[in-house]
């Protein structure tokens, strides 16, 4: 028991996410008799899969005291880069597949070689980052372009049941991330460089090449999302990461990330994510416009980093 705490990183305000998906569930069987339904909870698992996927990049970035801003444009141009080469051919398919993770992670290691070995805040080289990548994307296609194999669309849409392989899919990289936060060497040199960079390069980590390596699979599983994304869709589509800045950190800081960095783990984010598609499925069902969706997620971005920085203070 003691190893499963240690491995999820649980935390008190995992009870509360709970306690609020069990709130929002009642709510949206008490807004509309189509909630509780099968069909509609594989919707919503449909829908979370990408945002769990950036999400989950991003709290391992989060956990080493960095930040990612670059996948609004890094999805934009993976999703254009993938349906571009992917076709209807196997072999395309299998090329799109490798280049687009290659693509994701030599993003990542572009912003990771910049924070680290020049030194600029990860804010501002992500964010820039995101923008010549927007405008590469767009330099390509000003709409949406490319295809992606028939069976691709049919294994996305693909389910077991109730649950959708990318559910699957989705839960498969967070166990791994959580074995590697908890059992690797490269975990815990993440989690000491963002409780500490200065004491973590006293007691002999390489934080240098630990932060290449973090930035590296950011990028790697934003290719990832890219690739599902194109799956859903079956376009690449310049602007298919739009939101997906701010939206991949919102769930890490309601799960219990500290936004420093050091404290967390991705059971928070994942319960996070849950519970902010399920507001969205309920939300969308009490015909609430997605401009007060967009004003309630940056109130609850306010409300979460105003209750853990009070914590921290204490």
């Known amino acids: 028991m003691d190893d499963v705490i240690r491995m999820t990183r649980t935390q008190p305000v995992h009870l509360v996410v709970l306690a609020l998906i069990g709130l929002v569930v009642l709510v949206g069987m008490y807004s509309s008799d189509r909630f509780a339904t099968p069909l509609n909870f594989a919707n919503v ?4 899969v990408a945002l769990a996927l950036v999400a989950l990049a991003q709290t391992i970035v989060i956990l080493s005291g960095g930040i990612d801003l670059s ?11 993938f349906a571009s080469i992917a076709g209807e051919d196997p072999a395309s398919f299998a090329a799109a597949i490798a280049i687009v993770l290659s693509l994701g992670v030599f993003i990542g290691a572009i912003n990771g070689s910049i924070v680290t070995f020049v030194g600029i805040h990860p804010l501002i080289v992500t964010l820039g980052t995101s923008t010549i990548l927007s405008g590469l994307a767009l330099l390509i296609t000003r709409q949406p372009t490319g295809s992606v ?13 109730m649950i959708p392989y990318g559910t699957i899919f989705t839960l498969m990289l967070y166990l ?15 989690y000491a460089i963002g409780d500490n960079e200065q004491a973590a390069s006293i007691s002999g ?52 990330t500290l936004l420093a960095g050091g404290r967390g783990g991705v059971l928070g984010t994942l319960l996070a ?5 399920l507001l969205a499925n309920v939300l969308n069902f009490m015909n609430v416009s997605s401009f007060y969706q967009w004003i309630a997620e940056g109130l609850i971005i306010i ?4 209750i853990f920085v009070g914590r921290k203070s204490k």
């Open 71 to 81: 996948y609004a444009g890094a999805l934009g141009l993976l999703t254009v880069v």
């Open 45 to 48: 698992q449909d829908q979370m």
């Open 303 to 306: 409300a979460a980093v105003s």
């Open 149 to 161: 194999p028939l069976f691709f669309e049919d294994l996305v849409y693909g389910r077991i049941g």
């Open 273 to 277: 994510v849950i519970v902010l598609a």
């Open 205 to 256: 980590v390489p934080v240098k090449s630990t932060k290449l390596i973090v930035y590296a699979l950011s990028g790697l599983l934003a290719a990832v999302t890219a690739i599902y994304i194109c799956g859903r869709f079956g376009v690449g589509d310049p602007r298919a990461g739009v939101g997906f800045d701010l939206k991949s950190i919102t769930p890490v800081i309601v799960g219990g």
């Open 176 to 190: 791994l991330a959580g074995f590697l936060l908890w059992k690797t060497r490269l975990g815990l040199r993440i």
